[in-house]
T-cell receptor, first 117, second 111 residues
Framework: EAGVVQSPRYKIIEKKQPVAFWCNPISGHNTLYWYLQNLGQGPELLIRYENEEAVDDSQLPKDRFSAERLKGVDSTLKIQPAELGDSAVYLC???????????????FGPGTRLTVL | KQEVTQIPAALSVPEGENLVLNCSFT??????LQWFRQDPGKGLTSLLL?????REQTSGRLNASLDKSSGRSTLYIAASQPGDSATYLC??????????FGQGTTLQVKP
């Protein structure tokens, strides 16, 4: 079974430029998460989707960040314009609370490392 | 507000040693606790998940325990190997599914 796929793996941009990250969750997982991980820190949730609905976006800086999951499968996270402080790793995860296995076990992708110059 | 703390922040041990990583959380109303491994430049690999009704979970040389009432979990690694070198993160989840992470313990196992 394929894991969570993210692209690109690395992105270097200049400040004030836009950037987008893409995530494809594990097949059949209806819950998708975007996390932000700063260097030396644990990940922090940005947004959680149940199918195509964003059910928790309280930590998403909505002035510059946006996300979508139009068909309830893959998702895009966008930053416009990027700032120096946005340099971090952006992780995508998915889970399937109805699988019969451990409830809400989350599986993570490899992340996108963003560097803003 | 839930806060998760991991001690120590870094640990260096010789190969073959048994070791314990600690995780504490401030709000005992959790749904589950998950231990992850993160290699440099990589994503997170789930190691063990303990439901709130469970006391421990085991996988190979790993054993995780949970004492929800005291807000503590430990990850025990038996007979450590250089390949165990990584950052270990614990995270707790409420019934909304949101994971709250600790800052991690960076482990180095020396040959």
């Amino acid at each position: 079974e394929a894991g969570v796929v993210q692209s690109p793996r690395y992105k270097i941009i200049e400040k004030k430029q836009p950037v987008a990250f893409w995530c494809n969750p594990i097949s059949g997982h209806n819950t998708l998460y975007w996390y932000l991980q700063n260097l030396g820190q644990g990940p922090e949730l940005l947004i959680r989707y149940e199918n195509e609905e964003a059910v928790d976006d309280s930590q998403l800086p909505k002035d510059r960040f946006s996300a979508e999951r139009l068909k309830g499968v893959d998702s895009t996270l966008k930053i416009q314009p990027a700032e120096l402080g946005d340099s971090a790793v952006y992780l995508c995860a998915s889970s399937d609370p109805y699988s019969g296995g451990p409830y809400n076990e989350q599986f993570f992708g490899p992340g996108t490392r963003l560097t803003v110059l | 507000k839930q806060e998760v703390t991991q001690i120590p922040a870094a640990l260096s041990v010789p190969e073959g040693e048994n070791l314990v990583l600690n995780c504490s959380f401030t709000d005992s109303a959790i749904y589950n606790l998950q231990w992850f491994r993160q290699d440099p430049g990589k994503g997170l690999t789930s190691l063990l998940l303990i439901q709130s009704s469970q006391r421990e979970q085991t996988s190979g040389r790993l054993n995780a325990s949970l004492d929800k009432s005291s807000g503590r979990s430990t990850l025990y690694i038996a007979a450590s190997q250089p390949g165990d070198s990584a950052t270990y993160l614990c995270a707790v989840s409420g019934n909304t599914g949101k994971l709250i992470f600790g800052q991690g313990t960076t482990l180095q196992v020396k040959p």
